[in-house]
């Protein structure tokens, strides 16, 4: 009996040295850099950077397909951070396409008050209870455009501030 003990503890602390060599000497996971860059990030899900939201984006960056200084609405202070995170140089904002600024209006005479809109708006732009009239907070909205497709009677646009 103290013969099976004594090897089934053995072989425990062999599997235990190869797991913690193994952890030290093989590359760690890119998942936990994705969540900590993406955290980085300003979680507008705006697109502007050319992907369909904040994540994707971080992922690029850690697989170093997208450069730090694609993201406009987090700016200079977001490129900061991610390049004392990542250790790679500050890059002034790059250049964005000339896309004329927007904000989302609602035809308020045509809202129906689903919510559906309010619900997709990732930076919370839009106000009203279910059944009732929705606005949006201009100053606050991106024109990321993710409310348009939700709203079920169409009554969304977007209207140029330029």
Do not use: F
Request: a negative charge; aromatic letters at 2%; glycine letters at 6%.
């Amino acid at each position: 009996m103290w013969t099976a003990i004594l090897t089934i503890a053995v072989i425990a602390l062999l599997a235990g040295l190869a797991l913690s060599y193994a952890s030290r000497t093989l590359p760690s996971d890119s998942g936990a850099l994705v969540e900590q860059v993406n955290e980085l990030l300003p979680q507008t899900q705006c697109a502007q950077c050319g992907y369909p939201g904040c994540r994707p984006y971080a992922k690029a960056i850690v697989a170093g397909t997208a450069e730090i200084n694609l993201c406009p609405p987090g700016g200079v202070d977001t490129i900061r951070r991610l390049a004392a995170k990542l250790g790679k140089e500050v890059l002034p904002l790059a250049a964005q396409p000339m896309l004329e600024r927007a904000a989302a209006v609602i035809d308020e005479s045509l809202c129906i008050g689903c919510t559906h809109c309010r619900s997709a708006c990732p930076v919370d732009a839009i106000v009203g209870a279910h059944q009732l009239m929705h606005t949006i907070i201009e100053a606050e909205c991106t024109g990321c455009e993710l409310c348009v497709a939700p709203c079920p009677v169409d009554c969304i646009s977007m209207r140029s501030l330029s």
